[in-house]
């Protein structure tokens, strides 16, 4: 051991050291990079052709999927504004139990 020392001093030991430096990561990336499919797949995770969307093609399927799309956004829009309308109201009347509870404070 102490041969291989006396022998890694001055240029012989920057030499080990540049090797050491390049060969490193190149070594990871080829660990990492090779045969990734068996060993970092996780089964099931990306969705059959049964499970994922299917995209329309012809004119009548684009436009029934267009009316999806229009009817779940009004009756979204219509959820939103009925929740808006709720939530004024109730500011409506928690002002209004303010202006009553500082009137009769007086």
């Known amino acids: 051991m102490s041969s291989i020392l006396r022998k890694l001093q001055g240029g012989n030991l920057e030499v ?3 090797g050491t ?5 190149i ?3 080829y660990y990492f990079g090779t045969n990734l499919d068996d ?3 996780v089964q099931g995770f990306w969705p059959t052709a049964e499970q994922s969307h299917k995209i329309p093609l012809e004119k009548e399927e684009i436009d029934r999927e267009l ?3 229009r009817m779940n956004d009004a009756i979204r829009r219509e ?6 309308e ?3 109201e109730l ?3 928690r002002a209004r139990a303010q202006t009553e509870g500082s009137a009769r404070a007086e």
């Not at 430096?21 to 990561?25: C, S």
């Not at 959820?79 to 808006?84: D, K, L, N, P, T």
């Open 27 to 29: 070594g990871w990336m």
């Open 86 to 88: 709720a939530e004024a």
């Open 16 to 18: 080990f050291k540049f």
């Open 67 to 69: 009316n999806r799309m």
């Open 79 to 84: 959820r939103r504004q009925r929740e808006a």
């Open 91 to 93: 500011q409506l009347a």
């Open 21 to 25: 430096y390049i060969l490193f990561p």
């Open 39 to 41: 060993r970092f797949t």
